[in-house]
């Protein structure tokens, strides 16, 4: 979604809008309008899942589901999935698993769970998602305030950690509100919940909760974990790196240097090297450290400033082949041009990628055929 300036909280000016509104009108809403872009409702099947499921079902029963299916989750909850796909005609229901070669490298007895349970849900579920989500400017969830830990003081409206605008229509229910939904359409419940699991995960990982527990205190119980991490909420950074993947956080701890310090620096005291340059700089004076930097930052005072795309190319023709980065307010617009001058990827403020979300990005990252000198070439 482009959000429309010159609110200076796009997402607190969701959530003010939402507050007038009912759940149901609340989700009709946002799936109707376009200027969200790509939505997709993401579901583990589990304890609560129904009523979202149900509601959305109401509205469009093809909107796009996208089922984490771990390999390693109940068999009831497998049977329930296939019950709810049926009952609700829900005809879009996309099963999300992890990639057969990472389970051999890095789970191949099935019991990284046991070892590391943050490493597991990374496999088995955050990175899974992350590829199904690939192509969505936003994600529908079921998360409710009254599931406690983080989630207790969520709002209808967040950015997740690719900055994807995020969804949560029961952000408000209680569990009076989620039982009488489901008693007044008659839904079916998971099978597991009448054995005392209110909250349903992977089978390794999910128990009853203890007495007088919260309802998702019997996940990973016994360790210091709440969440299996695909709800992270937007990193506390000021920037985020944009390369043709999408959406990256900073990846970069070395340090930048200006060129003067070239001076006092050799490959040998100094094993990641990085520059920041401004877009005027004279960069010939760097060709004797050329074979020698990894990566060069090249600020951008304004989109409209263009010097810097003259200066990556002198960095390419001078013999450059480290990582080539544009920093600063740059447009998604811009970003074929960016790589066709020889850029790798690109550092925009964060305030940037909330009005412009990784979609948008991406809708250019076939930037050898989208470039602007090929628009021009075959409007002639």
């Known amino acids: 979604m482009t959000f429309a ?12 809008s939402a507050r007038s509104l009912d759940t149901f009108s609340l989700l009709q809403t946002t799936l109707a309008d376009p200027s969200y872009g790509p939505l997709a409702l993401v579901s583990s099947f589990g304890a609560e899942s129904v009523v979202l499921l149900h509601l959305v079902s109401r509205i469009d029963p093809d909107f796009p589901v996208l089922f984490i299916d771990t390999e390693m989750l109940f068999a009831q909850t497998l049977a329930y999935q296939r019950q709810l796909a049926r009952d609700l005609g829900l005809g879009n229901i996309r099963r999300i698993t ?15 769970h046991r070892a590391d349970p943050d490493a597991c849900c990374t496999l088995r579920k955050v990175e899974p998602l992350a590829r199904a989500l690939k192509g969505f400017s936003g994600w529908v969830t079921g998360r409710k305030r009254f599931q406690n830990g983080a989630r207790a003081r969520m709002e209808h409206f967040e950015l997740d950690a690719q900055h994807r605008l995020r969804i949560n229509p029961l952000a408000l229910w209680q569990p009076a509100d989620i039982a009488a939904y489901m008693d007044k359409y008659n839904l079916p419940r998971h099978p597991l919940v009448q054995k005392g699991y209110p909250s349903i995960g992977c089978a390794p990982c999910t128990t009853q909760p203890a ?3 919260d309802a998702r205190s019997g996940r990973w119980q016994g360790a210091a974990k709440t969440e299996c991490g695909i709800h992270l909420t937007r990193p506390a950074q ?35 090297l990085a520059l920041d340059l401004p877009n005027d700089a004279d960069v010939d004076g760097l060709t004797e450290w050329i074979d020698q930097i990894d990566l060069i930052r090249i600020t951008f005072p304004g989109f409209a400033d263009g010097r810097g795309f003259s200066l990556a190319r002198r960095l390419r023709a001078l013999g450059f082949q480290g990582r080539l980065r544009a920093s600063g307010p ?28 990784e979609p948008q990005w ?19």
Do not use: C, K
């Not at 447009?331 to 940037?352: K, T």
């Open 238 to 272: 000021d920037t985020v790196i944009v390369n043709d993947d999408g959406f990256a956080p900073e990846d970069w701890s070395a340090g930048f240097h200006p060129p003067s310090a070239l001076g006092s620096l050799t490959g040998l005291q100094q094993a990641a």
């Open 362 to 380: 991406l809708a250019r990252s076939n930037w050898r055929a989208h470039d602007y000198q090929h628009r021009l070439r075959n409007s002639a």
């Open 98 to 112: 992890p990639l057969r070669a990472d389970l051999v490298q890095r789970d191949a007895d099935n019991l990284l």
């Open 330 to 357: 740059l447009l998604a617009d811009q970003y074929a041009m960016l790589r066709r001058s020889g850029f790798d990827e690109v550092q925009i403020p964060a305030a940037h990628a909330d009005r412009q979300p």
């Open 211 to 213: 007495t007088g527990g």
């Open 5 to 16: 300036a010159p609110f200076p909280d796009p997402i607190a000016r969701l959530n003010h």
